[in-house]
T-cell receptor, first 112, second 117 residues
Framework: QQQVKQSPQSLIVQKGGISIINCAYE??????FPWYQQFPGKGPALLIA?????SEKKEGRFTISFNKSAKQFSLHIMDSQPGDSATYFC???????????FGAGTRLAVHP | GAGVSQSPSNKVTEKGKDVELRCDPI?????LYWYRQSLGQGLEFLIY????????KSGLPSDRFSAERTGGSVSTLTIQRTQQEDSAVYLC???????????????FGPGTRLTVT
């Protein structure tokens, strides 16, 4: 059973555009939602994270929007750059446990 | 400071052989996790260690998989009698002690790419 559903599977954006990746979940016990960025041959790097008591968090060009009632959250990358080309994973942590449940990933390509 | 380190970076083994993968967490981090990433897939939780508490082994796929953490620092993931379906990247992560600031944040190492032939 896929607890965190991520879409799209792949995304192509022009330089300067906005990249949007979406995730949905069912488990209301999730209490922490991070996004990770992974380049080929590297481990995932923590990008930005949000708790369910906040509807939006912004760090530089990266913004998480969180909709608790819809059980959805999304990553927005503003002014996308070719260097942002990577695979992005959303994840969720269940309160009381420490493991992260990951989405299947989105491969982003930013074309110059 | 130094991040999470893993060794070897690549391991090729024959089906049926045992392998050991090593993880060195960030200094001072008491929580340590192992995940598995199959080709083109998301990460799958395997096992979690926190201090001296009993590990959470709920993600281990079979009894061929085991892990140890010695002295609260370095961890070894052992796969016995490897199968071709074990081929994947094995990732280790660490985080500060549960209940402390930043304890939810997991920092990953570069992974070990295991290929079973």
């Amino acid at each position: 059973q896929q607890q965190v559903k991520q879409s799209p599977q792949s995304l192509i954006v022009q330089k300067g555009g906005i990249s949007i990746i979406n995730c949905a979940y069912e488990n209301t016990a999730f209490d922490y939602f991070p996004w990770y960025q992974q380049f080929p041959g590297k481990g995932p790097a923590l990008l930005i994270a949000i708790r369910p008591d906040v509807s939006e968090k912004k760090e530089g060009r990266f913004t998480i929007s969180f909709n608790k009632s819809a059980k959805q959250f999304s990553l927005h990358i503003m002014d996308s750059q070719p260097g942002d080309s990577a695979t992005y994973f959303c994840a969720a942590r269940e309160g009381g446990y420490n493991k992260l449940i990951f989405g299947a990933g989105t491969r982003l390509a930013v074309h110059p | 400071g130094a991040g999470v380190s893993q060794s070897p970076s690549n391991k090729v083994t024959e089906k049926g052989k045992d392998v050991e993968l090593r993880c060195d967490p960030i200094s001072g981090h008491t929580a340590l996790y192992w995940y598995r990433q199959s080709l083109g897939q998301g990460l799958e939780f395997l096992i979690y260690f926190q201090g001296n508490s009993a590990p959470d082994k709920s993600g281990l796929p079979s009894d061929r998989f085991s892990a140890e953490r010695t002295g609260g620092s370095v961890s070894t993931l052992t796969i016995q009698r490897t199968q071709q379906e074990d081929s994947a990247v094995y990732l280790c992560a660490s985080s500060p002690q549960t209940g402390t600031v930043g304890s939810y944040e997991q920092y990953f190492g570069p992974g070990t790419r295991l290929t079973v032939t």
